[in-house]
């Protein structure tokens, strides 16, 4: 029953070997798509898209420090 639910995971892993390895690496290294030697080599590689994360809308426009609140 277990495995049935494995199953497409299994089959994705072996159709893409070496995606699925180089994930995996970079999620034990804790690499950031976004750090130079990855986003560098990514960006050499053919249709590869890296996400782009701005400051400004990672918080949705609110301060990041403690805010207040009343309560009556």
Do not use: A, Y
Not at 27 to 53: A, E, M, Y
Request: net charge negative; glycine share 8%; charged share 15%.
């Amino acid at each position: 029953m277990f495995i049935d639910e494995l199953t497409p995971v299994f089959k994705e892993i072996i159709q893409h070997p070496v995606s699925f390895m180089g994930g995996f690496l970079s999620g034990i290294l804790h690499l950031s798509l976004n750090d130079d030697p990855v986003k560098s080599w990514l960006d050499q590689q053919s249709g590869v898209t890296t996400p782009s994360s701005s400051t400004t809308d990672d918080n949705n426009g609110r301060s990041s420090g403690p805010q207040s609140i009343s309560i009556e």
